[in-house]
């Protein structure tokens, strides 16, 4: 002891005994209340005698560990402090991953040493470390949980300057049907935006926004019961680094291509302000056909053939703000809004014939439909978290305001022509429509998880959703007579719907004997619908609804349990079980009776009247973790009830003109096996293999006089990804998909199938380019081939058209823990400068 003391007098002497005789001592007092300390330096890699950026420098106080303050060198190794207490002792600890760390004692005597340069800092590299950081340090563009999997789409070099839709494509046991619906096993997923429902779509949400995609084929009770198809869960980059960090993107391709976008990070606790624009265009040249037979008796009546050409321009916009503010350490305010809208103009011409069983032509034609329409929209939400010391107990809450509204014009004109090019008394046919949609959603949910010790844990919640739609659709028909236009009375509805879904949830989990873990929970559901059509013309008016349970003979209904068992065998081996009961409710468009897609011998409609399907699953998955290797098996079984699933049949008013709609069956299952497998060969080639077959069976009601028939059979999918890193360090990737024949209600769909090829090279840690062929062969058609005792059909189409895209991005930012608290500091200090009338002579 005695020692310190004499170190510490001796201290103090020395520092007396260096200061100016001539200082007066109240100067002196003035200068131990200000903060006027400067240090500064240089960082380098003592091996390369490169700079290290974002090396953390730690000032602590002498004989403590406590932190004074702190900073991060910048790019180009400089680093700077500022406004430290005069008269005090320092230690200037520097620090960054992969290197040992540096130390050194430092001493700020003024009125002379006020600014205390330390030069350049050599860091030695630690060894040991940066074989650590080789093995873990680059993020995978694959990695599995026993619950997920999680895809890195940031890596996945085919998607930059593209749209969520674009991201989801390429990732494994998930397909885009021709309508851009996103499939999991055929079924609809549920879209999720950082953990939580949303009304966004994934065209609505740049590609070059999103972090990662969580896939979870079967979710928990503390997820909604309608996530029947599992959860697509979109996790949006966020700022994690205090400082301000951004990027500033665009992109051009053929087609008419255009994107940009840009973004803004600012964090300085106790604030994150988060700012993001985008615009994304372009325009796709398709085209499509269909082949009919119609059949009587089993003889053939006639033949009905039919080419689209179609043309389509869109352009989106998306908007998006978040503001974090913490209140304390444990207490997280987050408030957030995003704005998306966008406009399409489609023009599908149509060239049709009709042919006798003679293959003699009857007639033929053109139909043109011209489409204008669009979207606005916006959702806010504020979240609420509050953490406690125990980990992994925590209480949120969230709150969210949905409104959408969108709205179209159409224009179909139909000509039709007899054998002789005679153009028929009725000819031309003209009808044009009007709609809008607006739709308002209230979402608020309350979750508590508490470990109660180790190995035992428990979540509860509650959630309440209320949505109301109204859709306005006004149809007129043109009258060659009076020369004007006339309502269509049939055709012209107004269509209300009103949902409310109210929840509670409680999950328990816990370890049993042979160290198998068990999460058992109940969710509880309570749902009403009711939908409402109008004629206004015809002064009439029907309603569709179903409330559950509304007795004793459907309270089973609301009731959704759930059962996870899990056990691991070693550290790179794992395997679960699931066993869950899900309800899928049918969404906007299968319920909407109004026309969404037709031509002359074809319509796709909604349909009212359609109720919930009911789905009973089960999972049994392995997890094999082979270092950078991975092999995820999945054996799963669906047992379906009352399921939703297109189907044809002739229209009651035409026969010849046949009505695609959307019918409950009445049972159905589905069983298969799923494996994914990631490899890592060579160090620069990557492979991620998926393979998806399953078998179908599905039995379907008597629909619209039709006898009850069985469909089913065998399918598959394979999704392949090659990644292979070629010399000046350019990232070469291939994407693959193939989609076997599938079988629906009345026949199968058609294969599809694609390859897309990407080029990317980053320069530095600012630029990154990138190229991307999409659809390299031009082969991506989706259809089906659909058959009943009154026709046999095939309808083959193009969402888009093969197009090549290349994209700038820029990165810019700077780590700062104390980016406005310095700013203002100096502003004060600049104020206060020459107040105290300080003079050192």
Known sequence: MYRIIIFFLLSSSYCWAQMPGNVNPKMLEKLKDMKIGKVLGKVYDAKTKKPVEYASVVLLWYNKDSVVTGTLAKENGDFLIENLPAFASYRVRISFIGYKNFEKRIYLIPPDKVELDLGDIFLEPDVNILKEVEVVGETPVFTTQIDRKVFNVEKDLSIKGGTGLDAVKNIPTLNVDADGNVQLRNKSVTLYVDGRPTTLSLEQIPADQIERIEVISNPSVKFDASTTGGILNVVLKKNKKPGYNGMLMGGIGTNDRYTTMGNISIKEYPFNLSLMGNFNSQINYTKGYTKR???????????????????NKSQFNFFRVALDYNITNRDLITISGNFPMGNFYTSDTQLFETLLNTQKKLSDGYRVNNSDAGF??????????????????????DANYNYFHSKNNYLYSTHTFDSTGTEFFFSPSIQKNTGNRYSNQITSQLDFAN?????????????????????????QNFQSSINDFVPDTIMSTNYQTIEMINAAYINYSSKTFWDIKYQIGLRLEQTYFKGTLYRPHLGTSESFDYYYPNSLDNASYMFFPGIFLSKEFSSKSEIQLNITRKIKRPNFFQRMPFIMFADNKNYRIGNPGLKPEFNNKAELNHNLNLGKNNIFSTIYFSYDQQPISNTTYPSEQDSSILVNTFVNGKSGFEYGTEQTIKWTFFKKLNVTLNANVFWTYINSDIINNQPQQTFSGWSYNTKLVLQYTLPWEINFQINGNYQAPRIIIGGKTIPMYFVDVSLNKMIGTKWNFNLTLSDAFNTKRMGMNTASDFYIQEISRRREARFLRFTVAYMFGKLDASIFKRKKGQQQQNMNGNADGLDFN
Request: proline share 5%; charged share 20%; hydrophobic share 20%.
């Open 293 to 311: 037979t119609d059949l009587y008796n089993g003889s053939v009546t006639d033949y009905y053939n039919q080419n689209n050409h179609t043309f």
């Open 376 to 397: 606005r929209g916006y959702t806010g939400a504020l979240n609420y978290k509050k953490s406690y010391p125990t980990p992994g107990k925590e209480l949120t809450f």
């Open 451 to 475: 470990p109660i010790s180790d190995t035992k844990k428990i979540e509860m919640g509650l959630r309440s959703n209320y949505e109301l739609t109204e859709t306005y659709n006004n149809t």
